[in-house]
C-alpha cells in the first residue's frame, strides 16, 4: 500500500506541473526557468554518461540452470515440474555513479534461447501429470546499482524485463477434455509472452558473475496488440515516475538506493504481471 500511494502522489504531481504551467511560470517565471535549464542540463548529462559507458561495453555470455514450473487456473491435472537450462548473448556496460563512488549502475542487454523440459527434470513421478519440452527465446534488458567491494568485485541487486516467444510441446497423454482445449491453444505453436526477473549478481572477478535469481513469465494465447500496448504504456509511465523517485533517493542516501531501485521495481514486475494475467 505504500508503494502505490507513492507512486499515485506522484502522478497526482505529474499531473499538476503537466497541467499548470502557465500559473507557475506566472507565479515565479525566473524560478521555472532555472529548473527547467537544470533538469534539461542534468538529463543531458545523464544521456552523455550512458552513451560513454555504452560505448566501453563488454560481450557477455550467461549460462544458467534452473527449475520451471507451470501453471493455468483453468487446467484439471497439474503440470510436471520442470528443469531449464539457457544461454544469454549480450553485452554489459557499467558506470560509477555520480551519488557515490562505492555505487556501480550495470546494464546487461541480450538475446537469450532456452529449454525447459520435463525430460531434464527426469521425467514426472506422476503419471496423470502433465509433461512438457518447450523452447522460448526472446530479448531481455537488465539493469542495477551495485556495491563495490573492490576494484572489480561488486554485489549488484537487479531488475529483468524481457518479451518472450515460447514454443510449447505437450505430451501426448491422455488427457481430459477440458485440458485438450487448453493443448490446443499452445501445442507446437510460438506464443508472444513477457517476464520479469528479480535477484542478485555477485562479481568476485573481472571475468566471473554468479548471478541467483526469480523469474515469473506469461505466455499468451493470442497475441492481443491493443491489450498488450495498453498494459506497455502502463509499464513505461510507472517506470518514468519510479525512476524520477529512486534518482531523489540516491541523492540523499546512496547506501540505499539499490535496495530501493530494487524493490520498487520488483514491486512493479509483479504488479505488472497480475495485471497481464487477467
Do not use: C
Amino acid at each position: 500500500q505504500g508503494e502505490i500511494m507513492i507512486l499515485f502522489s506522484i502522478t497526482i504531481l505529474y499531473l499538476i506541473i503537466l497541467f499548470t504551467p502557465f500559473q507557475i511560470s506566472a507565479q515565479d517565471s525566473t524560478e521555472t526557468e532555472e529548473e527547467e535549464w537544470e533538469w534539461d542540463e542534468e538529463w543531458k548529462l545523464e544521456w552523455e554518461e550512458e552513451w560513454a559507458a555504452w560505448s566501453n561495453k563488454k560481450p557477455t555470455l550467461s549460462l544458467n540452470y534452473g527449475f520451471s514450473e507451470i501453471s493455468r487456473t483453468d487446467a484439471e491435472a497439474p503440470f510436471s515440474d520442470n528443469n531449464l537450462i539457457e544461454l544469454k548473448l549480450g553485452y554489459t556496460y557499467k558506470k560509477i555513479t555520480k551519488y557515490s563512488e562505492s555505487i556501480e549502475k550495470s546494464t546487461f542487454n541480450y538475446g537469450f534461447l532456452n529449454r525447459n523440459s520435463t525430460e531434464l527434470a527426469s521425467g514426472s513421478e506422476t503419471t496423470s501429470d502433465i509433461e512438457t519440452d518447450n523452447w522460448q527465446f526472446g530479448l531481455g534488458w537488465s539493469s542495477g546499482y551495485g556495491y563495490k567491494i573492490g576494484e572489480n568485485a561488486s554485489i549488484t541487486p537487479y531488475y529483468t524485463s524481457s518479451f518472450t516467444w515460447t514454443n510449447l510441446d505437450f505430451a501426448d497423454d491422455s488427457l481430459s477434455p477440458n485440458d485438450e482445449r487448453i493443448k490446443q491453444l499452445y501445442d507446437e505453436t510460438f506464443r508472444f509472452g513477457t517476464s520479469y526477473e528479480t535477484g542478485v549478481r555477485i562479481q568476485p572477478t573481472e571475468l566471473i558473475v554468479l548471478e541467483g535469481g526469480y523469474e515469473r513469465s506469461i505466455v499468451f494465447e493470442r497475441h492481443l496488440f491493443w491489450k498488450w500496448a495498453g498494459s506497455g504504456i502502463i509499464e513505461l509511465a510507472a517506470n518514468g515516475l519510479l525512476d524520477v523517485f529512486i534518482k531523489e533517493v540516491f541523492k540523499s542516501s546512496p547506501t540505499a538506493g539499490p535496495i530501493v531501485f530494487f524493490v520498487l521495481k520488483s514491486a512493479l514486475g509483479y504488479g505488472l504481471y497480475e495485471l497481464r494475467q487477467d
